[in-house]
């Protein structure tokens, strides 16, 4: 079973940074897509940026030129560096991960959720 345990979250004023990590776990075949959602009070859960196991990425257009997403695929490791935080970003914010346990089907794991939360 793969488990998916995000870091990094915390409360930042706005214009600062964080970086955000989340690392895959347990007995995997393969790690396909991963990427980065938000979800802020009273509001579904929104695509904030992607990668695929090749390194191509999309991002919310919110967040294009201030986040940007990595990963480390030797440490089974996605990163999402957060730039020029506004109060607008502050959310949960939620690692996923496609991922194939025992080769073959892909299946969407995700993490419990970190809080990030931008005010002064």
């Known amino acids: 079973q793969a488990q998916l345990m995000e870091s990094g979250g915390g409360l930042v004023q706005p214009g600062g940074s964080l970086r955000l990590s989340c690392a895959v776990s347990?007995?995997?075949?393969?790690?396909?897509?991963m990427g980065w959602y938000c979800q802020a009070p009273g509001k579904q859960r929104e695509l904030v940026a992607r990668?695929?196991?090749?390194?191509?990425?999309n991002y919310a257009d919110s967040v294009k030129g201030r986040f940007t997403i990595s990963r480390d695929n030797a440490k089974n490791t996605v990163y999402l560096q957060m730039n020029s935080l506004k109060p607008e970003d502050t959310a949960d914010y939620y690692c996923?991960?496609?991922?194939?346990?025992?080769?073959?089907?892909?299946?969407?794991?995700w993490g419990q959720g970190t809080q990030v939360t931008v005010s002064s």
């Open positions: 347990g007995s995997i075949f393969s790690i396909n897509a």
């Open positions: 996923n991960a496609q991922i194939s346990v025992r080769g073959g089907v892909y299946y969407d794991y």
């Open positions: 990668i695929t196991s090749g390194g191509s990425t």
